[in-house]
Nanobody, 125 residues
Framework: QVQLVESGGGLVQAGGSLRLSCAVSGRTFSGYGMGWFRQAPGKEREFVAAFTWIGQYTYYTDSVKGRFTISGDNGKSTVYLQMNFLKPEDTAVYYC??????????????????WGQGTQVTVSS
C-alpha cells in the first residue's frame, strides 16, 4: 500500500551535514505520521524525528534537537531529514517510516506500519 525509498546517506566528517530524502508512493494520506528512525550496530532501532503533512507538526528525540530538521514537500511526496553538526554517535542506518494513523507525538517502532530499506550514515571523527 505504501512504498518508502530513502536516499542521501554517505560518509561525512564530524561537524558536517547530510540531507536524507524519503520518496513516498502508494496509498498515502495527509494524516499519516512520517518519521525517521536509526539503528547503530548492536543497538535497537530508535526514534529520531517525526512529521505530519497536516499542520507541519514535528517531533525530535533529545539527542538531535537543534541539529536535525525534518520537513516534507507535498508536491514531490518526499520527506527530508536535514542533519547538521553531525557527530560520530549519529552513525547508523537511517530508516524512513510511516504510521497509517494521525501523528500525535513521537513515534515508537511499534507504531510503524511501513519501513524503507534504510540508508547508511557514517560520521568520522
Amino acid at each position: 500500500q505504501v512504498q518508502l525509498v530513502e536516499s542521501g546517506g554517505g560518509l561525512v566528517q564530524a561537524g558536517g551535514s547530510l540531507r536524507l530524502s524519503c520518496a513516498v508512493s502508494g496509498r498515502t494520506f495527509s494524516g499519516y505520521g512520517m518519521g525517521w528512525f536509526r539503528q547503530a550496530p548492536g543497538k535497537e532501532r530508535e526514534f529520531v524525528a517525526a512529521f505530519t503533512w497536516i499542520g507541519q507538526y514535528t517531533y525530535y528525540t533529545d539527542s538531535v534537537k537543534g541539529r536535525f530538521t525534518i520537513s516534507g514537500d507535498n508536491g514531490k511526496s518526499t520527506v527530508y531529514l536535514q542533519m547538521n553538526f553531525l557527530k560520530p554517535e549519529d552513525t547508523a542506518v537511517y530508516y524512513c517510516a510511516a504510521d497509517t494513523s494521525p501523528l500525535r507525538g513521537p513515534l515508537s517502532v511499534d507504531d510503524i506500519d511501513y519501513w524503507g530499506q534504510g540508508t547508511q550514515v557514517t560520521v568520522s571523527s
